[in-house]
Every structure is written in structure tokens, then in C-alpha cells.
């Protein structure tokens, strides 16, 4: 049975850092294609960013320069440091495996808020 299980979201104030992790269990993780979407309130889920097998990276323009996705095969591990966060970053974010299925985390909460 796949499992992925995120972690790490929370609130935290404009311009902090916040590092998501997603914990992948049943499938061949460095097989997979890993990506980050996220979810604001009232709006349809979007894509943050996303990694590849081989570790090519992709990024949303809005999280451009501030967030980083990287992946750590031994641990079936992807992360995402997301620094400078703005408000309009606030969403649920959920953790998504691809090969030849596609698979979703359950999701963690980022709020950015003073």
C-alpha cells in the first residue's frame, strides 16, 4: 500500500522559512517523479514545484527564487524549503508521487500570518 505522509507545515510570519517533508512508504521512490501542489482557500490546487527521477527541478513563477524542492532516495524523502514566505503562500500543501500512477499525500497546513 503507498503511503505519503507530509510534515513540517505550521504558521509562521511574512518573511520566515518553513522545510515541508514528505515521507513516501510502498512504491520505488526514485522512480518517481515528486512534486509539491498546494491548495489555498476557495481556489483550485496548484502546482509549487516538481522533481524529477534524474533531479531536474520545475518551479511555479510565483515561488521562483524562494522555494527549493530536492529529494533524498535513501530516506524516500522530498523536501521543500520554502524561505521569504509571503501571505498569499498560505494553502494547504500536499505531497504527489508520478511513474506509472499517481499518488497523494493527506496534506499539511502552511499559514502565513502576523
Known amino acids: 500500500q503507498v503511503q505519503l505522509v507530509e510534515s513540517g507545515g505550521g504558521l509562521v510570519q511574512p518573511g520566515g522559512s518553513l522545510r515541508l517533508s514528505c515521507v513516501a512508504s510502498?512504491?520505488?521512490?526514485?522512480?518517481?517523479?515528486m512534486s509539491w501542489y498546494r491548495q489555498p482557500p476557495g481556489k483550485e490546487r496548484e502546482l509549487v514545484a516538481r522533481?524529477?527521477?534524474?533531479?531536474?527541478?520545475n518551479y511555479a513563477d510565483s515561488v521562483l527564487g524562494r522555494f527549493t524542492i530536492s529529494r533524498a532516495n535513501a530516506k524516500n524523502t522530498v523536501y521543500l524549503q520554502m524561505n521569504s514566505l509571503k501571505p498569499e503562500d498560505t494553502a494547504m500543501y500536499y505531497c504527489s508521487a508520478n511513474w506509472l500512477s499517481t499518488y497523494w499525500g493527506q496534506g499539511t497546513q502552511v499559514t502565513v500570518s502576523s
Open positions: 510502498g512504491l520505488t521512490f526514485s522512480r518517481y517523479s
Open positions: 522533481i524529477s527521477a534524474a533531479g531536474n527541478t
